[in-house]
């Protein structure tokens, strides 16, 4: 992967300068990830690249800040147990917070100068906004250890192979095959075999057809959806309203934008902002998010290449070999948005989108209305604009783009969508909750104790 000349961060550190240590405590999570999404977008990463970035960024700051505050239970997963080691008392979160971002991007990009350069002037904007004693030492030590064992564990988890993994494609109606524009090979045909954030494995989320791909050619479902998606997703439609269509661009989310993964990390970033939320519920909200995102994408690449659905543009286009005679072929078709290089069963916006909305409303409610941008060509600046009612609306629409841009049948949408909110009750029923309050009784006996050993020390 190559990587631009030095990373824009002179805003966001004039922006820390300017704050003050009070926004500090509750910004050092958000400005890393805006770096993190920054650093995407200008490498021209995909959403399972960048959604397995930001989760091993985000749970090494959770880990770091509750290792010291301890309110919340501390994120594990398989053969990682937790901070190798413990916080001395009274460590400043924020050195920890700070230092165990810092730590987990060297250990990723410490090979790229330009990339060396930006995190550390991150870095020591933020450091340097602390008081220099004893707890900001213990802190940045909490967090180099935290974000160590995190890039220890990951380093393993089988991403660097997931690009070389071998797949040809089948070359066979109802089964994918590079798409136009560019014909480009399948993209991470290995993803679905990386190591998990929080699930024990894939299949209780995957998706199924129920029966081959040709078999399903040959029903009523796939008639109608061959038809609706050739109607409502064809670049010259007339049956697309104007706001489906800025729908499809909005939620498109190519490589060379931040994708998914980063619009609705920018959705949390404004419950933060909203909510006023502490370093802490900051902390949890990003590691539940981000943790749940790209489990996601390990399920859906796992499902993609399990199934191996061809696009719809090949459908339509070949429609003359699918055994269907109520899909006319149509050999010069072209779906509003590019397809993406990989099958099309499951959808990336609809289970991103579910699994995203999970969250997040556990956190800022099912009336949440909010305003978000997106930057459709990668350039850094927001090209369309939208008002959601709440996180449920946001979500329904990112479903539905798949279809108004021509690239996902609606079985993929809607398969997709149940998994991506079964993974975020998953999630939020297995990691980040609040440590237990002692019971009564416990209580009970631990100040018998106190009181007995009170009576010792007067009796002696």
Partial sequence: MNFPGRLRVCAAVCALFCTGVASLRADIVGQWNDYALTLAREAGMSSPELSRLMAMLNISIYNAVEGIAGDYELYTHGSYTGPSGTALPGASMQAAAATAAHTLLYSLYGSNASIVTSINALYSSQMDLLPDDQARLDGLSFGYLVASDIYAWRNTDGAADA???????????????????????????????????????????????????????TTAEYTSQFNNVKDLGSATSGTRTAEQTDAAYFWEGAPGTITNIGLWNNVAAGIVSANGLSLQDTARLYAALNVTLADAAIVAWDTKYAVDLWSPISAIRDADVDGNAGTAQDAGWQSLLNAPNSPSYFAEQAIFGAAAAGILEAFAGTSYAFTLGSDTDGDGIVDITLNFSSLAAARDMAVLSGLWGGIYFERALADSATSGSQLADAVLGSQFAAVPEPSGLLLLAVSGLVAARRRRRVRS
Avoid: K
């Fill in 163 to 217: 690009a070389s993994t071998p797949y040809t494609p089948l070359g066979t109606a109802g089964h994918w095959g590079p798409t136009p524009p560019d014909y480009e090979d399948a993209a991470l045909p290995g993803w679905g075999s990386v190591a998990t954030f929080a699930i024990s494995g894939t299949a209780p989320y995957a998706g199924s057809l129920g029966m081959s791909n040709t078999a399903w050619m």
